[in-house]
């Protein structure tokens, strides 16, 4: 029979009202709030830093090369060097490619770019994605792709001449190009700021041969094997050739928005935990309020391992009720995080991530099953914990000590 009886009455206790019990029930509200509000930040904080780390191995490092093998002096055949370079294991995609930093100019108006030179049937497939999606076919001899952010801070239009101004060294005069623009194409990425592109053959041009390349950028199935794979292939080449990897480039980003994740992670954490701590407070006002029931219920027969059972009952249905609902919000919020971000920017007439500052300029999210569990899990853990040590205090209560002044 008193087996039901911790369920019922911590059933009772949790849906109790009355004036006597408003400052417990709004004590038991805060805390079911705060469990609410932790679990959810909690769930979309890890959603977004997921997001980010998913955009960093997939987008980002899709335009990115994982290897580069530059050698700018290199004579030889880069077409039988491209075909070594193929056969090594793990390697996905070998791109010869051009490369010149210099000033766009237009209109009075400057910028700093970095224009790459691409062959048709060899352009990364990145790179080639984002073409693709911006409806941009590679460029001719003359021709000239630029970013969507370099377009727009020119006041550029399509099919208008463009001037690029290319460095010399020694005392020669800095090298004038007129190209002429065909495309604009977004990344959403920080190479948006100052990326433009052309054929292989036309930056040849420029540097001062049609038929030589800047160097290889190759792209490898373990992208956290990079370095290793870039050392395997310099192995093989000619001397001369020097090796960057993605880590040279974008390591310290990568190792940024983990420690973001884990950092935000833990403070967002520790609102579960001051809410866990709230648990203690409003089931300590109950134990303190309830003392003459737990008496009455212990002279009654309900030992102290039902009475511990009892107030472990309103902790878990707290937690339960709290995890739910902070549950819902988390994953609704991973859904519309997106979308609220793009109508807050509309009405400010601001743009909170902008690639000039950050590595995209959109809010990703990668909402992962696993990290919701974990997230519940902890909830739970933490408010059993905190429900425990009222529990224990409430079956140390004395019957004879907590009735002693009843008539």
């Not at 029979?1 to 004590?27: D, K, T, W």
């Not at 705060?34 to 909690?42: A, I, K, T």
């Not at 905190?386 to 004879?400: H, M, N, Q």
């Amino acid at each position: 029979m008193f087996r039901s009886v911790p369920i019922f009455i911590g059933l009772r206790y949790f849906s109790s009202g009355g004036r006597a019990n408003r400052l417990i029930s709004f004590i038991s509200m805060l805390a079911l709030i705060g469990l609410s509000l932790g679990v959810g930040m909690l769930i979309l904080v890890l959603s977004v830093m997921n997001g980010f780390d998913k955009e960093m191995r997939e987008h980002i490092l899709s335009v990115v090369p994982h290897v580069q093998l530059v050698n700018p002096m290199s004579k030889e055949d880069w077409r039988s060097q491209r075909q070594l370079i193929a056969t090594v294991p793990q390697v996905s995609e070998v791109s010869p490619f051009n490369q010149l930093e210099g000033m766009v100019f237009s209109r009075n108006n400057t910028r700093p770019i970095q224009v790459l030179g691409f062959s048709p049937d060899a352009i990364p497939k990145g790179l080639s994605e984002v073409l693709k999606r911006a409806n941009v076919g590679m460029p001719k001899k003359g021709e000239l792709l630029l970013a969507k952010p370099i377009a727009e801070a020119l006041n550029l239009s399509l099919g208008k001449p463009i001037t690029l101004i290319l460095p010399s060294e020694g005392k020669q005069r800095a090298q004038i190009a007129p190209l002429r623009l065909t495309g604009v194409f977004s990344t959403r990425t920080e190479l948006d700021q100052v990326l433009g592109i052309v054929s292989l053959s036309q930056a040849g041009l420029l540097l001062g041969d049609k038929d030589s390349i800047y160097g290889f950028r190759v792209q490898v199935d373990d992208l956290f094997n990079a370095k290793f794979i870039g050392q395997r292939i310099l192995s093989q080449l000619p001397k001369g050739f020097q090796l960057r990897d993605w880590t040279q480039t974008h390591g310290n980003l990568y190792h940024a928005i983990q420690l973001s994740r884990n950092m935000v992670g833990l403070l967002v954490f520790l609102i579960i935990g001051v809410a866990a701590f709230n648990v203690i407070s409003m089931l300590m006002m109950m134990v303190i309020n309830k003392r003459k029931d737990i008496a009455i219920l212990q002279t009654m027969g309900l030992s102290k391992q039902h009475i511990v059972q009892l107030f472990l009952v309103q902790g878990v249905l707290i937690a339960c009720l709290g995890i739910f609902l902070g549950v819902v919000l988390g994953v609704m919020g991973c859904y519309w995080v997106a979308d609220f971000v793009q109508i807050v920017e509309g009405i400010l007439g601001a743009q909170f991530l902008n690639t000039s500052v950050y590595p995209i300029d959109y809010v990703p999210v990668d909402l992962r099953w696993r990290d919701v569990f974990f997230v519940a899990l902890s909830a739970i853990g933490l408010t059993l914990l905190a429900a425990l040590y009222p529990a224990i205090k409430a079956s140390r209560t004395v019957p004879a000590e907590a009735l002693k002044y009843e008539n």
